[in-house]
T-cell receptor, first 110, second 114 residues
Framework: DAKTTQPPSMDCAEGRAANLPCNHS???????VYWYRQIHSQGPQYIIH???NNETNEMASLIITEDRKSSTLILPHATLRDTAVYYC???????????FGKGTKLTVNP | GAGVSQTPSNKVTEKGKYVELRCDPI?????LYWYRQSLGQGPEFLIY????????DSGLPNDRFFAVRPEGSVSTLKIQRTERGDSAVYLC????????????FGSGTRLTVV
C-alpha cells in the first residue's frame, strides 16, 4: 500500500472550515483514499473515501488532485465535537487491510 | 445491537497468563477485522475474517496470537503467554461492504499486562 504523509497537528476555530491535507505521492491507479477519524477513547470512525473524483457526504468533502498525489478532507463548519485524530489511508482495491499512519490531531477551538 | 460490541472493555492480566477478547460484530456483517493500537500510534492490522475463515492473518505478530470465528458471527482473539509488550487497545471492526462504507469499529478492549 502507498504511504501517506499528514501534518501531526492542526488547529481550527469553531464554525470555520477545517482543511486537512494528505500527501500520497506513490499512489497507484487502483488505490483508494480513505479517511477515518478517532475521537479519544473510541474506535476509528469512517468518514469518506474516493478514487479519482471529489466526493461529498453528510460528514465531509474529499478533494483529490488531478494527479491523485494528494488530497484534502474538508469539514465545512467544524464543531468542538470534531476534535479528533484524522487518518488518511491509501487502500489497494480488493485489499481488506487498512494501513493507518499516525494521522493529524485536529483541535477545534471555541 | 446497533454497533460493534467488544468485551471486556478493560482487562488487566499478569505476564504469562492467557487471555481471550471477544467481539460481537454488527448483525449480518460478513467481514470482521482485528486491529491493535499502541499509545500514540495508529491502529495496526492483525487479522481479517470473511465468514468463518481467516482470509488474511498476516498481521498476527507471532504464534501466541490466534483468532477464531466459528459461526461467522462472534469472534474471539486469544493471546497465550502474555507479555508486557502485548499491552495495547485491541480493536474489532465489521463490515457488510467495505468498498462502499468502510468499516464500523468497536470501542476496543484495553489490555494491560503487568
Amino acid at each position: 500500500d502507498a504511504k501517506t504523509t499528514q501534518p501531526p497537528s492542526m488547529d481550527c476555530a469553531e464554525g470555520r472550515a477545517a482543511n486537512l491535507p494528505c500527501n500520497h505521492s506513490t499512489i497507484s491507479g487502483n488505490e483508494y483514499v480513505y479517511w477515518y477519524r478517532q475521537i479519544h477513547s473510541q474506535g476509528p470512525q469512517y468518514i469518506i473515501h474516493g478514487l479519482k473524483n471529489n466526493e461529498t457526504n453528510e460528514m465531509a468533502s474529499l478533494i483529490i488532485t488531478e494527479d491523485r498525489k494528494s488530497s484534502t478532507l474538508i469539514l465545512p463548519h467544524a464543531t468542538l465535537r470534531d476534535t479528533a485524530v484524522y487518518y488518511c489511508i491509501v487502500r489497494q482495491g480488493g485489499s481488506e487491510k487498512l494501513v493507518f499512519g499516525k494521522g493529524t490531531k485536529l483541535t477545534v477551538n471555541p | 445491537g446497533a454497533g460493534v460490541s467488544q468485551t471486556p472493555s478493560n482487562k488487566v492480566t499478569e505476564k504469562g497468563k492467557y487471555v481471550e477478547l471477544r467481539c460481537d460484530p454488527i448483525s449480518g456483517h460478513t467481514a470482521l477485522y482485528w486491529y491493535r493500537q499502541s499509545l500514540g500510534q495508529g491502529p495496526e492490522f492483525l487479522i481479517y475474517f470473511q465468514g468463518t475463515g481467516a482470509a488474511d492473518d498476516s498481521g498476527l505478530p507471532n504464534d501466541r496470537f490466534f483468532a477464531v470465528r466459528p459461526e461467522g458471527s462472534v469472534s474471539t482473539l486469544k493471546i497465550q503467554r502474555t507479555e508486557r509488550g502485548d499491552s495495547a487497545v485491541y480493536l474489532c471492526a465489521s463490515s457488510a461492504d467495505p468498498a462502499s462504507r468502510g468499516y464500523t469499529f468497536g470501542s476496543g478492549t484495553r489490555l494491560t499486562v503487568v
